[in-house]
């Protein structure tokens, strides 16, 4: 423990060192989306509008889910699609963030710790697109708008310190086992139907949603909910609060071990 956390401080001090080259890293991640591109940066307001439309889509108009207190589906379903998105974007490119730049792995002087916090910056560029995309449906639909919108970055928080621990583990793994960005596609894709967000939790029996709370996106998801539509403050959720940092500081701790014990191999495997 004592060594991870020697670790983590000096992970901290990289990152502070290293600062200008990962603001150089992530404006060229973000460039390099839209190379040859004729609309650019509109595709971050395109993309997003375009996944809103079709799950609004499919589920309000042709399954004719509707959420409890008369929220209207396409802010309630936003709010959660937010979220999951971006941890979605963040854990899908920070698995390949080593092994994609074996180039600058292979220097003996690069620190490799920062790949994966430069995919994750470069990711939350996109978000807080999809989050003016919110906002702005929250308007339109004549909404209430509150302080509480200010809790987003606690829970904005919550999700980078779980990327973080997350982005360190699968990007280590891939570098020995290419095998495992193919497994973290699959299991994205199952977390997104188990993770309520264009259902409500509350429609599965007690059990049941017991076993879904301890997924920590649940959390989040739940978190950006409450910020920006019921306004309930997020101490009031304890256990929960709980449960999330209690799994996500395990993952951090795991990430950043795995991390540490196979970057001295980077290179020779890559």
């Known amino acids: ?33 839209y190379v040859g591109s004729f609309l650019g940066f509109l595709w971050n307001f395109i993309n997003p509008l375009a996944r809103i439309f079709i799950f609004w889509l499919v589920f309000s108009l042709g399954f004719k889910v509707q959420p409890k207190n008369d929220v209207p589906f396409v802010v309630w379903l936003t709010a959660g699609m937010a979220a999951w998105f971006v941890f979605s974007e963040i854990i899908s490119s920070t698995s390949s963030a080593i092994v994609s730049n074996s180039h600058l792995i292979k220097k003996v002087l690069f620190p490799s ?116 539509i019921y306004f309930v403050p997020f101490w009031s959720r304890p256990d929960e609060m709980m449960v999330f940092w209690g799994m996500t500081l395990i993952l951090l701790l795991t990430g950043i071990a795995v991390f540490m014990k196979l970057q001295p191999q980077f290179a020779d495997v890559l």
């Open 113 to 228: 710790q920062i790949l994966p916090i430069v995919q994750i910056i470069a990711s939350l560029v996109s978000h807080f697109v999809f989050m003016l995309i919110l906002l702005g449906l929250i308007v339109f639909m004549g909404m209430p708008v509150s302080y509480y919108f200010l809790q987003f970055f606690y829970y904005l928080f919550c999700l980078s310190i779980l990327v973080l621990g997350l982005s360190f583990l699968v990007s280590a793994l891939n570098a020995f086992i290419r095998d495992v960005g193919q497994g973290v596609g699959v299991i994205l894709q199952i977390g997104f139907w188990a993770t309520p967000v264009f259902w409500d939790i509350e429609m599965m029996p007690q059990k049941i949603q017991a076993i879904l709370k301890l997924n920590p996106m649940f959390y989040i998801v739940q978190g950006y909910r409450d910020s920006f």
């Open 1 to 33: 423990m004592r060594v991870l956390g020697e670790y983590l401080i000096n992970l901290f001090r990289i990152i502070f060192a290293e600062r200008y080259l990962i603001s150089v890293m992530t404006k060229s991640a973000v460039a390099d989306q």
